[in-house]
């Protein structure tokens, strides 16, 4: 059971790096001026980056308990999708959406604990 929470984890910290590069496709892919394109890229991830941390990672400086970051990493997941459904990436989109589901209902099932700290039941 230990080896599926792990593995739930790695999937998880694979959608969080795959939810930034979404938003920076998604930027640097907008039909805009190319400084435009290029502040959109940079700038889209960083403020994801910044809303993980505050919320939705195990050590965020606002915590919202298992639920809350279940269901806002889910959020943050399904607009990553909805960024690669834009660009016509739909294979793609739907992939990573249901994989965003099952971890999300994973970490529901199976609360996740602060690294270092004994997984609980």
Same mark, same amino acid.
């Given at each position: 059971?230990?080896?599926?929470?792990?593995?739930?984890?790695?999937?998880?910290?694979?959608?969080?790096?795959?939810?930034?590069?979404?938003?920076?496709?998604?930027?640097?892919?907008?039909? *805009? %001026?190319?400084?435009?394109?290029? @502040?959109?890229?940079?700038?889209?991830? =960083?403020? #994801?980056?910044? $809303? !993980?941390?505050?919320?939705?990672?195990?050590?965020?400086?606002?915590?919202?308990?298992?639920?809350?970051?279940?269901?806002?990493?889910?959020?943050?997941?399904?607009?990553?999708?909805?960024?690669?459904?834009?660009?016509?990436? *739909? %294979?793609?989109?739907?992939?990573? @959406?249901?994989?965003?589901?099952?971890? =999300?209902? #994973?970490?529901? $099932? !199976?609360?996740?604990?602060?690294?270092?700290?004994?997984?609980?039941?």
């Amino acid at each position: 059971m230990d080896a599926l929470r792990v593995g739930n984890l790695a999937l998880r910290f694979i959608l969080e790096l795959a939810a930034l590069a979404a938003f920076a496709y998604w930027g640097a892919t907008t039909a *805009t %001026a190319g400084v435009t394109r290029i @502040g959109l890229a940079i700038a889209l991830p =960083s403020l #994801l980056a910044v $809303v !993980w941390g505050l919320f939705i990672s195990p050590k965020a400086r606002i915590p919202t308990g298992a639920f809350g970051r279940a269901f806002l990493g889910l959020i943050v997941f399904l607009v990553a999708a909805a960024a690669l459904w834009c660009r016509d990436r *739909t %294979a793609l989109a739907m992939i990573y @959406g249901s994989l965003a589901v099952i971890s =999300s209902m #994973l970490i529901l $099932v !199976w609360p996740q604990e602060a690294p270092g700290a004994p997984l609980t039941r």
